[in-house]
């Protein structure tokens, strides 16, 4: 008998971290959850450059294919939803425009505590999802500032979305707010708290055997009673950071 969750029975299969197709089976989950099929794509795409081009915000734009089938994936093929979508990505875009400048690329020239407060975790799981450990602990806001802390957390999941396989299946996040101190709660203001009222489900737990029920060991840190012994070797952050300088506002290709 497993001592597993049933959650998590349908995970055992490990999908590689990086990825250079999209298996039948999510191709087909892709059809039933997301409205997509080869014929639908292509209308869809087709309707939006119509639209974007009847905008004075966006018809001087020419937005890559690939974010389009982004946000088409996102709103389940709804035109009418990817296209406002859209809209407020360029007003952000230029309202906000500092989130989506990289970071100085000496930050990643040597080991760092503040390495170690974002990591994108492998193998992928059967379901495909893209695992995420986040450890608020570790940032020290002396070493790296809050403005550097959230451009790296927003790169490094824009540049994840690239990943055809994250936007059919979505993201897991492990939160674990060990060694959190005063200087790090006086940045949980009500703007970054409401964040998380774009999350789906949110478990809390009190002891760290409990996430075995949500995820598998594989996927896991050894420290939380998982198998991977070391955490940080996927570097995913440091290679977001450099392929966000090729990040324009009409967007850029997918991983595959």
């Known amino acids: 008998m497993s001592d597993q969750s049933p959650m998590i029975q349908d995970e055992e299969k490990d999908l590689p971290f990086y990825m250079t197709y999209i298996p039948e089976f999510f191709q087909k989950k892709c059809e039933l959850e997301l ?28 937005f890559h294919e690939d974010l389009l089938i982004q946000y088409l994936r996102h709103s389940k093929y709804n035109t009418k939803k990817a296209l406002k979508q859209l809209h407020n990505l360029i007003v952000f875009r230029k309202k906000e425009s500092k989130y989506f400048e990289t970071i100085p690329d000496e930050y990643f020239t040597k080991k760092k505590p503040n390495d170690e407060v974002y990591s994108v975790l492998f193998p992928k799981k059967a379901r495909g999802s893209q695992w995420v450990l986040f450890q608020a602990g570790k940032w020290d806001p002396n070493e790296l500032k809050f403005e550097d802390f959230k451009k790296i957390i927003f790169i490094t999941c824009m540049q994840i979305l690239r990943d055809p396989m994250t936007q059919i299946n979505g993201f897991k996040f492990i ?81 595959f």
């Open 35 to 62: 409205n997509e099929t080869p014929e639908r794509k292509e209308q869809c795409i087709q309707e939006l450059r119509v639209a974007l081009k009847d905008d004075k915000l966006r018809k001087d734009l020419c």
């Open 175 to 255: 939160h674990d707010f060990a060694g959190t101190r005063f200087e790090h709660l006086k940045y949980c203001t009500p703007e970054s708290v409401y964040l998380l009222y774009y999350i789906s489900f949110v478990f809390f737990h009190s002891d760290m055997r409990e996430l075995l029920n949500y995820f598998p060991k594989s996927v896991l840190p050894e420290q939380y009673g998982g198998e991977i012994l070391d955490i940080y070797e996927t570097n995913f952050s440091q290679r977001a950071n450099k392929e966000q300088k090729k990040n324009t506002i009409e967007g850029q290709p997918n991983f």
